[in-house]
């Protein structure tokens, strides 16, 4: 089963407004994690959070986690058109020793100059 | 921050041949390597994870003997696909944990297999 959906799948904003993308996952998870990648590149790590963390803050990025309900949010203060990207959740499993991350399928982020 | 290499970036080989490409990582010890792929428009997903020192453990639907994966030592972790073919075409990530701060992902290299 897809551990980590992230929606919307697609999002257009002006640039200057707030975006915002959620991310549900199934299992217990140990961590939290966003990823940004811009087209045709690798990923970048942009913020982990803990599962006994509610919240974190980096810069213009704000992460939220409620693992009751199994979801985190990212959001993106007064956006960029730099910001134009994906953005993919991934989660570290409980259990999963030194497993890889499970990735949801991402939010295609798109910020309208 | 950590930083992970991959070589090549990107490489274009006929269909048959094998294709070496390179995980390193530059400024820390990683136990643990996770090769991953991407297809087009699609989520990563996890191919096998390499422990320095020991085989592979392939995710499922994962050919062992198609995708070849060597961890040679604690920065270095190279993926062979062997006898490609043009549905191996894809984007290939690699990511190098250490434990104390997460997982650190490589550029990418993008094989295409004419």
């Known amino acids: 089963s897809q551990q980590g959906e992230e929606d919307p799948q697609a999002l257009s904003i002006q640039e200057g407004e707030n975006a915002t993308m959620n991310c549900s996952y199934k299992?217990?998870?140990?961590?939290l994690q966003w990823y940004r990648q811009n087209s045709g590149r690798g990923l970048v790590h942009l913020i982990l959070i803990r599962s006994n963390e509610r919240e974190k803050h980096s810069g213009r990025l704000r992460v939220t986690l409620d693992t009751s309900k199994k979801s985190s949010s990212l959001l993106i203060t007064a956006s960029r058109a730099a910001d134009t990207a994906s953005y993919f959740c991934a989660t570290d499993v409980i259990g999963g020793g030194a497993d890889g991350l499970t990735f949801g399928k991402g939010t295609h982020l798109i910020i309208q100059p | 921050g950590a930083v992970v290499s991959q070589h090549p970036s990107r490489v274009i080989c006929k269909s048959g041949t094998s294709v070496k490409i390179e995980c390193r990582s530059l400024d820390f010890q990683a136990t643990t390597m996770f090769w991953y792929r991407q297809f087009p428009k699609k989520s990563l997903m996890l191919m096998a994870t390499s422990n320095e020192g020991s085989k592979a453990t392939y995710e499922q639907g994962v050919e062992k003997d198609k995708f070849l994966i060597n961890h040679a030592s604690l920065t270095l972790s190279t993926l062979t696909v062997t006898s490609a073919h043009p549905e191996d075409s894809s984007f290939y990530i690699c990511s190098a944990r250490d434990r104390g701060v997460g997982q650190f992902f490589g550029p990418g290299t993008r094989l295409t297999v004419l």
């Open positions: 299992t217990s998870i140990n961590n």
